[in-house]
């Protein structure tokens, strides 16, 4: 089936580096766009050296390849007054351009929101800061474990005897990617509709907060109390017994919420109590009782009782399971397999299989293409 690509036509400039906004950058690419990376000249964007691990491609990390794919280079020193100019031509050419700069540092260089727009009246500016454009944090570096910390998150994680557990994923960068991508989107819909063009921003604390609005209303909402971790099993730090992730014979069984009176009998075990004021000692009595027979024991045994219940798996069980084989989640882009976009359109999924470039791997082109 032909990739959805509703955004044919448009053309992104991606002015960013690391995560957040070239994976802004990717998922427009992904939806049709034309994206364009603009990168120093000699060393590129920074992530081309950022190693997850030892895995090399191309003299690049995996996660750059990753999160370029399907995009093309030009090397611009905005330094450089003709360089400079180049850019801001391209943006009279170009409906979105994404930027990641610290907050101010744009502006500086000549190739901010206000100087790309003046170029371009009808641009989508789409910009990603640490953590706005002011402030006593603004200066700081937007590293996604620094906003982590300074965002209260890693406060929800682990059981009531950790100190502060950080999600093991670069949450802030890739939600801060989503959210922008939701704001350019609405912008350039606006467009379509009065032709103005828009300065759409957020940050990585903005969207670490959001991504917290339903436990942080209810803090906000309940005389400012603090939830209190489980002591034993912590997956949820507000939701009562049975929640959590318990250990089996032979692996790791997830539990969600449920009437302990309906789990009770199935587990032989009396959860007679309070599921929230007793939680840690219920939560005890299940992980002990759990880890008397397999995880599949369990899910046969669970499930048909419509007991919400799932294995907790690896990448390789996922990866082998007919369940994710069916999504068709994997691609080939550039001799790396990757995962495709997460969304089909009228049931053709969304995603480009073209590789990463090169550094001003299409810099003549687009020069020739634009005049620059």
Known sequence: ??????????????????LSGPSAALRLGDLGARVIKVERPGEGDICRTLYLSDTDIGGASTLFHAINRGKQSIALDYKRPEDRAALLRLAGHADVVIQNFRPGVADRLG??????????????????????????????????LLAQALSGVMWLNGSAEDGPVPVGLSIADMLAGHVLVEGILAALVRRGIDGSGAHVETSLIEALIDFQFEVLTTHLNDGGRLPRRAAVDNAHAYLAAPYGVYRTADGWLALAMMPLAKLAPLLDLDLAGDGFADRDAIK??????????????????????DIWCAPVLDW????????????????????????????????????????????DEHGAAIRREFDL
Request: hydrophobic letters at 45%; a positive charge.
């Open 316 to 359: 390789p069980a996922l990866l082998s399971s007919e369940a994710f084989k069916r999504l068709d989640m994997l691609q080939r882009a550039g001799g790396l397999t990757t995962p495709r976009a997460p969304l089909r359109i009228d049931g053709a999924r969304a995603g480009a299989s073209a590789g990463a470039p090169g550094i």
């Open 1 to 18: 089936m032909t990739p959805a690509r509703p955004l044919a036509g448009l053309l992104v400039i991606d002015m960013a580096q690391f």
């Open 111 to 144: 190739v901010g929101p206000a100087q790309l727009r003046a170029a371009n009246p009808r641009l989508v500016v789409g910009s990603i800061s640490g953590y706005g454009e002011a402030g006593p944090w603004a200066g700081l570096p937007g590293q996604d």
């Open 284 to 305: 005890a009595r299940i992980a002990g009782r759990l880890t008397a027979e397999t995880t599949d024991t369990w899910i046969g045994r669970l499930r048909p009782h």
